[in-house]
């Protein structure tokens, strides 16, 4: 077999013309790159110690990713030139049958990260790809591809993961969800956290230095070395090496509650930073995630924007509408960025978004012209209305509160969705969500206190992987929730994990799989609590 980097025979058979233009594409690439290797940065070292990653899987291609680095939080330790990085795709976990291969440029300005859009795959299949650096070679990944576009496949399995703060613990989750049988996995945002050094755990601090008085992070070096802190964690690599996942941020990849360029509001009551300088704060974050994701869409280098929100099918039996809820959203009505607030501020939000409206468009076309069985929206705040006992002030519980920070912030927004759903007779909706630290599995109505209606849809809120939920909140909202939300069908803030989807063309079954605790590597994961979706009968039931 030939050396990775070496130029391999042309595979002609099986492949079609789309796989031999898709092949010509990647040579001429690499003759490209080779005449300017004589300048290339040397790699003395492994530079894979962010691991490798695949991710966006279409039927015919998927993304692969990797970082090199010399020095995790120091992005200039690599060098200011580029890289050549070759890789190769393989249909056995051995490389004996290797069906793709090219060299890719890690340049510096991108810090070192490489992002390669692999074609002419076969669809529905899984696949086995690995980097080599100089005389280095990555750990290998196995990825899969969707199926075909016209496919009618039988079933489908998916996690579903979010909010994995380093500071507050281990993630046995990610060593739980790597044995998984999956064909992907969601991730559902905060991907990082941006806050200060502050863990009982001596190993789990954030070291990278955070701005004085602000406690943020700011710089494109900031959120760099935040990004690789957590890509060091073995078991995150070892989720990623095991499946393709498809992402999508929060705020915390930027910061807590930001919205659009609205800067937060303290503890104080002030913002720190007017709409310029959150844009400069904005593009280094953006381009920090972009580094350290299997993303397809390019970043432009140095812009606030990128395209996010995105759509997958996997052939007829779902279609997966991937948003994104911080980029384009108005600020939280009030200006509660610190989340909780009155009721009748979300309510009286009429002009407030949180997809802003060419996403929310997209959205509709993606939902009225889906023939798929399922039709999912992955997304990050809960849309379910949900009341809040006044945790502010125990000693008068009443009135109830709302998180404005989710769609309760926004409730015409979510009428408005919602009202969609029902009228242009969508196929069993399915809403997933994370952000909280808890469990919550819903039913959707257009109006929630009308439990007689049929749900429009169903919604199935993540635990985190290790970000805290308040203790004291677990047993009053357990107690509450018939009273206060009785659309809540489940609900569980004490538990870390993540969700387990199989999906077949009858049944959604939903498995919250939960970890026994986060204060050590490896911990036992089971299942602690299963609920269902029959195909036609809007509304969950127990499985």
Excluded at 179 to 200: K, R
């Amino acid at each position: 077999m030939p050396s990775p980097s070496a130029p391999g025979r042309p595979r002609t058979a099986a492949i079609g013309r789309r796989g031999l233009l898709v092949g010509a594409a990647v040579a001429v690439g690499a003759q490209a790159l080779n005449i300017r290797t004589a300048h290339a940065e040397p790699v003395r070292r492994d530079p894979f110690l962010l691991g490798v990653a695949s991710g966006d899987p279409l039927p015919d291609a998927v993304v692969l990713w990797t970082r090199l680095v010399a020095d995790p939080f120091d992005a200039a330790a690599m060098g200011p030139r580029s890289v050549p990085v070759s890789w190769e795709v393989a249909a056995d976990p051995g490389f004996r049958r290797v069906v793709r291969r090219g060299v890719a440029a890690a340049e510096a300005g991108r810090g070192h990260s490489v992002h390669v859009d692999v074609r002419g795959l076969q669809p529905g299949r899984d696949y086995w790809y690995r980097f080599r650096a100089g005389r280095h070679l990555s750990p290998s990944g196995r990825t899969r591809t969707a199926p075909a576009a016209g496919a009618h496949p039988g079933r489908l399995r998916l996690g579903v993961v979010n909010c994995q703060d380093w500071q507050h613990g281990y993630w046995p989750a990610y060593t739980a969800l790597a044995a998984e049988d999956l064909d992907a996995v969601v991730h559902l945002g905060d991907y990082i956290y941006e806050t200060d050094p502050d863990s009982q755990y001596p190993d789990r601090q954030h070291t990278t230095p955070e701005t004085p008085g602000i406690g943020q992070l700011l710089t494109l070096a900031d959120y760099r070395a935040r990004h690789a802190l957590y890509k060091t964690d073995p078991a995150l690599q070892g989720a990623h090496a095991a499946f393709p996942w498809i992402v999508t941020w929060d705020d915390h990849e930027v910061e807590n509650n930001y919205a659009g360029l609205v800067d937060e509001i303290d503890d104080t009551g002030a913002r720190h930073q007017d709409t310029a300088a959150l844009a400069r704060q904005r593009a280094a974050a953006y381009q920090a995630y972009y580094e350290h994701m299997p993303l397809r869409n390019p970043y432009r280098t140095g812009s606030p924007d990128y395209r996010l929100y995105r759509r997958f099918d996997f052939g007829d039996l779902l279609r997966l509408n991937v948003l994104d809820t911080r980029q384009y959203r108005t600020d939280q009505p009030g200006g509660h960025s610190q989340d909780f607030g009155p009721v009748a501020d979300g309510l009286g939000n009429t002009d407030g978004t949180l997809t802003g409206a060419e996403q929310e468009q997209w959205l509709r076309r993606g939902l009225s012209g889906s023939r798929a069985r399922w039709n999912v929206i992955a997304q990050q705040v809960m849309m379910s209305r949900i009341r809040f006992p006044n945790f502010l002030d125990p000693a008068h519980p009443l009135p109830p509160l709302a998180n404005l920070d989710q769609w309760d912030g926004y409730d015409p927004a979510r009428t408005r969705l919602l009202r969609f759903l029902r009228d242009a007779a969508v196929a069993n909706p399915v809403v997933l969500a994370g952000d909280i630290h808890s469990s919550w599995f819903s039913d959707l109505r257009i109006d929630s206190d009308d439990l007689a209606a049929a749900p429009v849809a169903v919604e199935f809120t993540a635990t985190s992987v290790s970000s805290d939920f308040p203790v004291a909140f677990d047993a009053p909202l357990k107690a509450l929730n018939p009273t206060l939300n009785p659309h809540v069908r489940y609900f569980d803030g004490l538990r870390r994990g993540y969700l387990r989807l199989d999906v077949d063309r009858e049944r959604w079954l939903t498995d919250a799989r939960t970890v026994d605790s986060i204060a050590v590597r490896e911990s036992p994961v089971r299942t602690s609590a299963s609920w269902a979706v029959v195909a036609g009968e809007p509304g969950l039931v127990p499985a």
